[in-house]
């Protein structure tokens, strides 16, 4: 007979009450089908869960302690189970760990997180670690729950695609460059610049893949940066132009440190994403999180488009 959870809430009710009579009200079982319990558990092991010896008190033994013992670090965890199973049942728990595609993403997403977590605060939050290429894996290894990205390679069957919001990409100059009196740029006027870009493939660039390649156009001169502040210092000190997503200009643009420019006459818009498996888009605390990023997103963000709807 293997020692069961019955057998811990069993001998923490007789620790608590004293009495056989008593515990075996508090669990809802007959004295003797207790004492049965009980007396098959001392069979199995050749030992005394009780000290009947000791006058009318009923006393746990040595090898009662010990059992008393473990009761008391398993059951407060069988506990919890208990009520997170339940929770989760409710959909008022779960987890929730997040990976991102776009350097810009946390401009908008910290904020929305924040704003869910007030209604949400027993679902478990987490930015998975660090800028991700190619996050989709991450969610078929099991590593994250959701993915922001904008343009997915192929996907595997079970993952599915969440639209947030439509965003407008700007080209960002000097506003003493020769290029910020356009009303917008072409791909042309890219060619012979130094672009300045993040330190990632270019098919993972929406003015690569969009906006440049398509007119057969490759800048000769490249710059790298890690960072979204970095290329906008760069571009206000008259490094090299850039694109990026019309949030992340910012006080750059506001205070008139660099010249944000539409690409193309109808500008280059872009729609961005979350990703989660078949299984995770069912689940209550996942429906919630992204009605709150695009609303957060339709109510903050400047440059943007709310494409609830899609």
Not at 130 to 144: E, I, M, N, T, W
Not at 176 to 185: Q, S, T
Request: hydrophobic share 45%; with cysteine.
């Amino acid at each position: 007979m293997p020692i069961e959870i019955r057998h811990m809430r069993t001998i923490e009710a007789v620790a608590q009450f004293g009495s056989l009579a008593a515990a075996a009200q508090r669990l809802h079982l007959t004295q003797s089908a207790l004492s049965h319990q009980l007396r098959g558990l001392e069979a199995e092991f050749g030992v005394h869960l009780l000290d009947r010896e000791r006058g009318s008190q009923l006393r746990l033994s040595p090898a009662g302690e010990e059992l008393l013992a473990a009761a008391r670090e398993v059951l407060p965890r069988v506990r919890q189970l208990q009520e997170e199973l339940q929770r989760r049942a409710l959909g008022n728990s779960g987890r929730l760990r997040i990976a991102v595609e776009c350097h810009t993403c946390f401009d908008w997403l910290t904020p929305a997180m924040d704003r869910f977590r007030e209604n949400w605060a027993d679902v478990e939050m987490d930015l998975v670690s660090g800028f991700q290429q190619d996050p989709l894996p991450l969610l078929q290894s099991h590593q994250a729950d959701l993915t922001v990205l904008s343009t997915p390679d192929a996907m595997a069957a079970d993952i599915v695609l969440h639209p947030l919001f439509a965003y407008e990409v700007l080209a960002l100059v000097n506003p003493r460059h020769p290029l910020a009196g356009r009303v917008f740029l072409e791909p042309e006027d890219f060619l012979e610049e130094t672009l300045i870009t993040y330190p990632v493939e270019d098919r993972r660039l929406d003015l690569f893949r969009e906006f440049l390649q398509p007119a057969g156009i490759q800048p000769w001169r490249r710059r790298h940066a890690e960072l979204t502040v970095i290329i906008l210092q760069l571009v206000a000190s008259g490094q090299g132009i850039a694109a990026l997503p019309a949030w992340a200009v910012g006080n750059y643009g506001d205070k008139g440190y660099v010249r944000a420019l539409p690409l193309g006459p109808q500008g280059l818009w872009q729609t961005l994403q979350a990703a989660t498996t078949a299984e995770q888009a069912e689940q209550p605390h996942m429906q919630a999180f992204l009605t709150e990023v695009r609303a957060s997103v339709a109510a903050n963000l400047p440059g943007v488009k709310d494409i609830q709807g899609v």
